[in-house]
């Protein structure tokens, strides 16, 4: 049997537009992945520990409402606080470009915008996906 | 003892993830894992909640993780959906139900795959069950993938079995038929407030009746539910309750119990033989030289597999 890769798909914020992280959660089970998908207005703390639970290898996070700059780096401080900082944590949503290098920074490895093909989404977790193998 | 298992026992939520992991993806030590569990094991109760795609299983799981919290106890939720037979991928959806529970420590979900296993669960989900059971978790729900009308392993896995069913799905000819149905201790039509949900309690009375015409005071209960509108969810809870009651003082848990080991014992037996013959068919290319000599040879189909499994005896008795 071969390792499979686990993916978080969680929605933190208050805004319901949830179409994109379904459609990206539907691609990516096409692309073969497991896909963990939690719904709209999810807190922090509770996708951190959906996360640990499920022992995913990534978690993307989609977020239309603005709150990115506080929401992202927020999980990915809750997952270092509890030892899960191997998951690897990448974004989407209607994101700024001149706020890519602050969440880069703070740990969110890659921010998809409005009009990525998924081939890209795809392609970042085949890169990435040697450093989560356990 | 590893590290792991201590921390498995310990109840260290990480650590329990991550074993899960261990036995979905076969990885080395998996069968060293279990067996150091296992003499911690048999303490949970274990509830399979079962019945066709949409009936509102998880909804339901929602329900009773919430009562079961009510009573100060602990829960874990293995909830299984399908991968895809084309891709390996699964959209695991079930949790997303119950994410009211995700900051509960008291509660701990794992969504699994079904990963190719039929049966309506994942070939994994016996092991995550005892890992579950040795972190010490006082009930283990798990809901098996919608299922049609034969899977219907959750049988040889819980302890009580709670079918739930919803209006509109056939006839009483359905409720007839041999499988699922035959395998609930507790029915449950949910979706209460819709058309047709009286109409279905008639049949699957009338269907139980028939099974029961001589000892109606063993019939199973059936019991209607809105898991969304949060209706008939204490019911159940009492209803569950009696009925493990009633199975604990007939003996019938412990029998249930002894069987579902004689049936893992079988599974794990076949699975291994199987993977044995399979690594012993590979690695000659056996299967190749069979269809040629089938097909261009015009050979006699069984009397070539029966020399064949005559071979792999001899091979496996002069190892």
Sequence with gaps: ?134 | MTELAQKILAGNTRSIARAISHVENDREGREALIDELYPHCGKAIVWGITGPPGAGKSSLVDRLIERLRTRGKSVAVIAVDPSSPFTGGALLGDRLRMQKHAVDDGVFIRSMASRGHLGGLAGATADALRIFDAAGFDYILVETIGVGQTEIEIMGLSDIVLLVLVPGAGDEIQALKAGVMEIGDIFIINKRDLDGADKLRVQVEYVLGIKFAEQSDQMNPILMTSAINDEGVDDLMDSIGEYVERMKASGKLANRREQRLQDEIKTILSAKIFAAFHDFMQMNGEIDTLVQEIVHDKQKPYALINAKIDGFIKEMHTK
Excluded at chain 1, 70 to 94: H, Q, S, T, Y
Excluded at chain 1, 106 to 118: C, D, H, Q, S, V
Excluded at chain 1, 119 to 132: C, G, L, M, P, W
């Design chain 1, 1 to 134: 049997m071969t390792e499979k890769i686990r993916i978080l798909v969680a929605k933190p914020g208050l805004d319901g537009h949830d179409r994109g992280a379904k459609y990206v959660a539907r691609a990516l089970k096409d692309a073969g992945y497991e896909v963990i998908y939690t719904g709209i207005r999810q807190t922090p703390e509770a996708i951190v520990k959906t996360a640990i639970q499920e022992d995913v290898n990534f978690v993307g996070l989609s977020l239309l409402s603005g709150a990115h700059n506080e929401l992202f780096p927020r999980i990915a401080e809750l997952l270092r606080k509890e030892g899960a900082d191997d998951v690897i944590l990448f974004g989407g949503g209607v994101i700024p470009e001149d706020d890519i290098p602050f969440l880069k920074a703070k740990g969110i490895e890659a921010i998809f915008t409005p009009g990525t093909p998924i081939r890209k989404v795809i392609d970042f977790i085949e890169a990435n996906k040697q450093r989560v193998s356990r």
